[in-house]
């Protein structure tokens, strides 16, 4: 079975997260762009030789950098140091849903938060408390292109008006790892808002740079089902009734109630015109669709690596719900500041038992043994995947998948290989962007203080 020497053979072999965590380790070497029909992905920097001339691509793709930064690379490995859970975790939940040291359903305070918010903008309320009460320097988060406002960017936040700014989610590619620069040269902790993937990225470059590790002050996961690609988010706007993205305003892809409903709103808009799709149009019709390759192997969709984790309690009925979130705490940092953040008033918080957590997600345990089963016909086919450790799937594959799951776990991952050309090495072409009003931002120039309307995936739940 192929194994990858780079992050570049991790992305065309299809296993590439777009997490960015490669461009922040070798800023010389990688940059990261987006693929239309695969997400952010790294590119090799061409180094200039001698005669001034750019050397071979082949040159950059084999640099050290890009080498070194396999270690740190999510698409390519996962694990948990501890097959076992540590004392203070509860038992029950270790085996399918990783370390939890303590469940929460409830909402920010700030009801302009939790309207914000894609569920009950706790991750919001709860960085702004971090930046408030426990005087953080920032929150590292993903935030539509000022430019482009269906892509993203990676912001560093100062301030809670900031934060409300960019609340709600982001179902599109992002990177906000490749940025981590910002939070090591912070004047002090900071906090970093990612999907599971982006999150476990962290934890492996924090045991790389120092700096880096001190200047962690919090990690929140946001519980994720995978990674649409920019087709995606571009179809979802056709049926918004976009023909031209070069004219749109804003995009808002769920929030302002829960779950909320796509929003699009062109430059010349008139007031009160509404373009409009369900959460279940949206994402449910289209977006799930085009969710990336490495997001049908993905083991962890409720960010097993991070301090603190938030998703929907899907258990409940939605609609005249103003929000609600199911929070995780993971590690004893994580249980500290969330109730730190309950007894300074920013997060009504309830304790619920550990049975809430599969009774919100059951779409993702069963996605979580489907792993196992595509894993296994892919290493048969003597195909490339990630390497992943002490995270279950056999036993949730056996127990917990019906038969007919079973065989589209294994069965349907022969048809893929096909289907998604899986043997070939994915052709990674920048994608660009109608022309749009405004100047673009450089791909390492993204402003600490940010100015753009949403945040990514998301940073209020």
């Given at each position: ?23 922040y380790l070798a800023p010389d070497e990688v940059r990261m762009v987006d693929v239309l029909d695969h997400g952010r992905r ?265 301090d603190v984790a938030v998703g929907d309690p899907w258990y409940r009925p939605t609609g005249d719900d103003p929000g609600q ?49 595509r894993l296994a016909t892919l290493r048969a086919a003597g195909l490339m995947t990630p390497r992943l450790r002490n995270l ?70």
């Open positions: 079975m192929a194994r990858p020497r780079t992050v570049h053979d991790v992305a065309t072999g299809r296993l590439c997260t777009g997490c960015g965590v490669c461009a790294p590119l090799p920097i061409t180094p200039v030789g001698a005669a001034g001339r750019p050397t071979s691509v082949g040159a950059a793709a084999t640099g050290p950098g890009a080498v070194a930064a396999l270690s740190c690379c999510p698409g390519a490995r996962l694990a948990h140091d501890n097959p076992r859970p540590a004392p203070g975790e509860i038992a029950a939940l270790h085996a399918a849903w990783g370390p939890v040291r303590a469940l929460w359903e409830g909402y920010a305070a700030d009801p302009r938060i939790r309207h914000a918010g894609s569920s009950g903008g706790v991750a919001t309320a709860l960085a702004g408390y971090c930046l408030t009460g426990e005087g953080m320097a920032g929150v590292l988060h993903i935030g539509a292109r000022a430019d482009v406002p269906y892509l993203n960017e990676t912001r560093l936040s100062r301030t809670p008006t900031e934060l409300l700014a960019h609340a709600g989610s982001r179902y599109a590619p992002a990177s906000p790892c490749d940025r981590l620069d910002l939070v090591e040269a912070a004047e002090g902790p900071c906090v970093f808002v990612g999907k599971p993937c982006d999150v476990a990225a962290v934890r492996m470059a924090r045991r790389l740079r120092p700096e880096l590790d001190r200047r962690l002050g919090l990690s929140i996961a946001i519980f994720c089902a995978g990674t649409p690609t920019t087709r995606g988010t571009l179809e979802m706007l056709a049926r918004l009734g976009v023909p031209d993205p070069a004219g749109l305003a804003s995009v808002h892809y769920r929030g302002a109630g829960w779950p909320g409903r796509a929003r699009a709103r062109l430059v010349d808009d008139p007031p009160g015109t509404r373009r409009e799709l369900s959460y279940a149009e949206s994402w449910g019709d289209i977006l799930q669709k085009h969710r990336q390759w490495r997001c049908y192997l993905c083991a962890d969709h409720t960010g097993e690596f991070a979130s199911l929070v995780l705490a993971r590690t004893e940092r994580g249980v500290r500041l969330v109730e730190a953040a309950v007894a300074a008033g920013a997060l009504v918080l309830t304790p619920v038992a550990p049975g809430i957590l599969p009774a919100s997600q059951p779409n993702l345990l069963r996605a979580r043994g489907a792993v196992w089963g279950p799937m056999a036993g949730i594959w056996w127990r917990h998948l019906s038969t007919g799951e079973k065989l589209r776990s294994t069965v349907g991952t022969l048809r893929r290989i096909g289907r998604k050309r899986l043997r070939e090495p994915a052709t990674l072409e920048p994608y660009r962007p109608p022309v749009q009003a405004g100047p673009a931002p450089s791909a390492r120039s993204a402003p600490a203080s940010p100015s753009a309307q949403s945040t990514g995936w998301p940073l209020s739940k």
